[in-house]
Protein backbone atom coordinates (compact mmCIF):
# COMPACT_ATOMS: atom_id res chain seq x y z
CA UNK A 1 0.00 0.00 0.00
CA UNK A 2 1.58 3.65 -1.26
CA UNK A 3 0.82 6.51 1.50
CA UNK A 4 0.93 9.65 0.85
CA UNK A 5 3.65 12.30 -1.23
CA UNK A 6 6.72 9.88 -0.27
CA UNK A 7 5.65 7.15 -0.88
CA UNK A 8 4.15 7.76 -4.58
CA UNK A 9 7.82 9.13 -5.10
CA UNK A 10 9.29 6.15 -4.04
CA UNK A 11 6.70 4.22 -6.11
CA UNK A 12 7.60 6.57 -9.13
CA UNK A 13 11.36 5.61 -8.51
CA UNK A 14 11.23 1.88 -7.48
CA UNK A 15 8.03 0.94 -9.26
CA UNK A 16 5.94 -1.56 -7.12
CA UNK A 17 8.31 -3.05 -4.97
CA UNK A 18 7.24 -2.19 -2.12
CA UNK A 19 3.61 -3.66 -2.90
CA UNK A 20 4.70 -7.17 -2.91
CA UNK A 21 3.46 -9.18 0.16
CA UNK A 22 5.94 -11.22 1.10
CA UNK A 23 9.36 -9.85 -0.39
CA UNK A 24 12.62 -10.15 1.81
CA UNK A 25 14.33 -6.56 0.99
CA UNK A 26 18.17 -7.56 1.04
CA UNK A 27 18.79 -10.98 -0.29
CA UNK A 28 18.18 -12.65 2.92
CA UNK A 29 15.42 -14.39 5.72
CA UNK A 30 13.22 -12.19 7.20
CA UNK A 31 15.35 -10.20 9.11
CA UNK A 32 18.49 -11.14 7.70
CA UNK A 33 20.72 -9.99 5.59
CA UNK A 34 23.60 -11.19 3.08
CA UNK A 35 26.28 -9.79 1.51
CA UNK A 36 30.01 -11.30 0.60
CA UNK A 37 33.10 -10.00 3.35
CA UNK A 38 34.27 -7.24 0.49
CA UNK A 39 30.71 -5.66 0.87
CA UNK A 40 30.57 -5.99 4.80
CA UNK A 41 33.84 -4.29 4.98
CA UNK A 42 32.77 -0.97 2.46
CA UNK A 43 29.65 -0.97 4.73
CA UNK A 44 31.59 -0.77 7.70
CA UNK A 45 33.91 1.74 5.93
CA UNK A 46 30.73 4.01 4.70
CA UNK A 47 29.27 4.20 8.76
CA UNK A 48 32.79 4.84 9.89
CA UNK A 49 33.25 8.04 7.33
CA UNK A 50 29.39 8.72 8.84
CA UNK A 51 30.46 8.58 12.13
CA UNK A 52 33.60 11.06 12.00
CA UNK A 53 31.08 13.33 10.42
CA UNK A 54 28.73 13.49 13.09
CA UNK A 55 31.61 13.93 15.49
CA UNK A 56 32.69 16.54 13.86
CA UNK A 57 29.58 18.13 14.10
CA UNK A 58 29.24 17.69 17.52
CA UNK A 59 32.66 19.66 17.97
CA UNK A 60 31.02 22.41 15.95
CA UNK A 61 27.86 22.38 18.46
CA UNK A 62 29.54 22.29 21.35
CA UNK A 63 31.68 25.25 19.97
CA UNK A 64 28.25 27.13 19.99
CA UNK A 65 27.61 26.80 23.12
CA UNK A 66 30.92 28.06 24.87
CA UNK A 67 29.34 31.13 22.82
CA UNK A 68 27.25 32.82 25.64
CA UNK A 69 25.44 36.24 26.07
CA UNK A 70 22.97 38.11 24.39
CA UNK A 71 23.74 40.47 21.06
CA UNK A 72 22.28 43.05 23.46
CA UNK A 73 20.99 44.15 26.90
CA UNK A 74 17.44 44.31 25.83
CA UNK A 75 14.65 41.90 26.92
CA UNK A 76 14.80 40.27 23.22
CA UNK A 77 17.99 40.32 22.99
CA UNK A 78 18.15 37.92 26.23
CA UNK A 79 14.65 35.74 25.26
CA UNK A 80 16.79 35.33 21.99
CA UNK A 81 19.60 34.00 23.55
CA UNK A 82 18.03 31.96 25.74
CA UNK A 83 16.35 30.83 23.08
CA UNK A 84 18.92 29.49 21.65
CA UNK A 85 21.23 28.00 24.10
CA UNK A 86 17.99 25.76 24.61
CA UNK A 87 18.16 24.98 20.90
CA UNK A 88 21.59 23.96 20.60
CA UNK A 89 21.31 21.54 23.34
CA UNK A 90 18.59 20.17 21.56
CA UNK A 91 20.82 19.71 18.62
CA UNK A 92 23.90 17.88 20.66
CA UNK A 93 21.41 15.72 22.35
CA UNK A 94 20.34 14.68 19.13
CA UNK A 95 23.58 14.60 17.93
CA UNK A 96 24.83 12.36 20.53
CA UNK A 97 22.18 10.01 20.13
CA UNK A 98 23.40 9.46 16.26
CA UNK A 99 27.10 9.17 17.43
CA UNK A 100 25.89 6.15 19.87
CA UNK A 101 23.30 4.91 17.29
CA UNK A 102 26.69 4.80 15.05
CA UNK A 103 28.96 3.85 17.35
CA UNK A 104 27.14 0.99 18.48
CA UNK A 105 25.56 -0.33 14.57
CA UNK A 106 29.37 0.00 13.56
CA UNK A 107 30.26 -2.31 16.79
CA UNK A 108 27.33 -4.62 15.57
CA UNK A 109 29.01 -4.57 11.63
CA UNK A 110 32.08 -5.69 13.18
CA UNK A 111 30.42 -8.61 14.98
CA UNK A 112 29.13 -9.92 11.91
CA UNK A 113 32.37 -9.10 9.87
CA UNK A 114 34.28 -11.35 12.69
CA UNK A 115 31.43 -14.38 12.89
CA UNK A 116 31.63 -14.44 9.21
CA UNK A 117 35.69 -14.79 8.75
CA UNK A 118 35.77 -17.22 11.99
CA UNK A 119 32.74 -19.82 9.94
CA UNK A 120 34.49 -18.64 6.59
CA UNK A 121 37.51 -20.11 8.45
CA UNK A 122 35.76 -23.14 9.87
CA UNK A 123 33.94 -24.03 6.54
CA UNK A 124 37.59 -24.04 4.94
CA UNK A 125 39.43 -26.19 7.43
CA UNK A 126 36.05 -28.60 6.92
CA UNK A 127 36.95 -28.79 3.12
CA UNK A 128 41.08 -29.29 3.86
CA UNK A 129 40.67 -32.04 6.35
Given amino acids: ?16 VFDTPGRVYGGGKGGQFKMDP ?7 HQWEDVLD ?3 DDGDKI ?3 L ?3 GAPGEDPASGSFASTSSDSITA ?7 MRKY ?18 DQDLSDTFKA
Avoid: C, F, H, P
Fill in 91 to 97: LLNQNTS
Fill in 62 to 64: QSL
Fill in 53 to 55: KIV
Fill in 38 to 44: EELSAVI
Fill in 66 to 68: MVR
Fill in 1 to 16: MIIGEAGQAAQALWGD
Fill in 102 to 119: AQDYIKKLKEAQSKTVVT
